[in-house]
């Protein structure tokens, strides 16, 4: 990354470091603690991690996205578990889904109609698993249907959309201030995209983050996920600026 994108990266940590962790990781800790201690112990969600070959992956949607994707999924299952009142005997096949849902939604990131494409190729590793039929069927329609700004969940299985849904909104969540603190300069320094041309799409990158706020699919995405993406909308703002800055006075 060269010295124009390395200072801003800087400037936009400076930024989050400002805000306190959003609200969803201190009201869920124990969600994301067994989220967690899955993704480093559960049989079948490690025989998944195998197949996420780093150098498959797409640059900015690698294994730590992934994994963020997966804890966070895990912990909105847990979530929308208790809020319904759910059996945790129902719960926990939910849970081990949604973490492979998101341990395997962008193995195909770098091929386009990624999501069904993922879908079928998550299908595949599963198969011969001990994941029942219906289970995996949750896993691949997550993915499918986790793309932004396209349809919600149409399943007629209120299970199967806990699933999917805790999957978009885990997703989504990296939009936040993820996405200027890490992702963004990942994209950049991987397309050597010229900083002017940063500059000149920014505003229409931001409304779709603006946008992203009212499509949190989950009661736990919608009372959380906003204070994420405003966090990152922040952020993004104060990095706008700071980039006209330096292209009108040089770094």
Not at 104 to 115: G, T, V
Not at 121 to 148: C, K
Not at 154 to 165: E, K, M, R
């Amino acid at each position: 990354m060269d010295a124009f994108y390395t200072r801003l990266q800087e400037f936009s940590l400076r930024i989050a470091d400002r805000f306190p962790q959003p609200a969803f990781y201190d009201a869920h800790q124990e969600a994301i603690r067994r989220s967690e201690a899955a993704l480093q112990s559960h049989e079948l969600v490690q025989h998944c991690r195998k197949f996420l070959d780093a150098s498959l992956l797409e640059c900015a949607h690698g294994l730590c996205h992934c994994e963020s994707v997966a804890r966070d999924a895990g912990a909105i299952v847990l979530a929308e578990g208790e809020r319904l009142g759910m059996d945790g005997d129902a719960v926990e096949p939910l849970f081990v889904a949604a973490i492979v849902a998101g341990l395997l939604h962008d193995i195909k990131r770098r091929e386009n109609d990624h999501a069904v494409k993922g879908s079928l190729e998550a299908d595949r590793i599963l198969s011969g698993t001990a994941m029942n039929e219906q289970h995996r069927g949750y896993v691949t329609y997550a993915i499918r249907n986790h793309e932004a700004f396209k349809a919600t969940c149409d399943l007629d299985d209120p299970a199967g959309c806990i699933v999917s849904d805790a999957l978009y909104d885990a997703d989504k969540f990296r939009w936040g201030p993820e996405n200027f603190t890490t992702t963004l300069w990942t994209i950049v320094s991987n397309n050597n995209t010229p900083a002017r041309n940063l500059y000149d799409v920014f505003p229409e990158k931001m409304q779709g983050i603006e946008r992203i706020k009212n499509t949190f699919r989950t009661a736990t995405g919608r009372q959380y996920g906003p204070e994420i993406i405003d966090q990152g909308i922040t952020i993004g703002n104060a990095v706008y600026k700071e980039m006209g800055l330096l292209l009108r006075t040089g770094p």
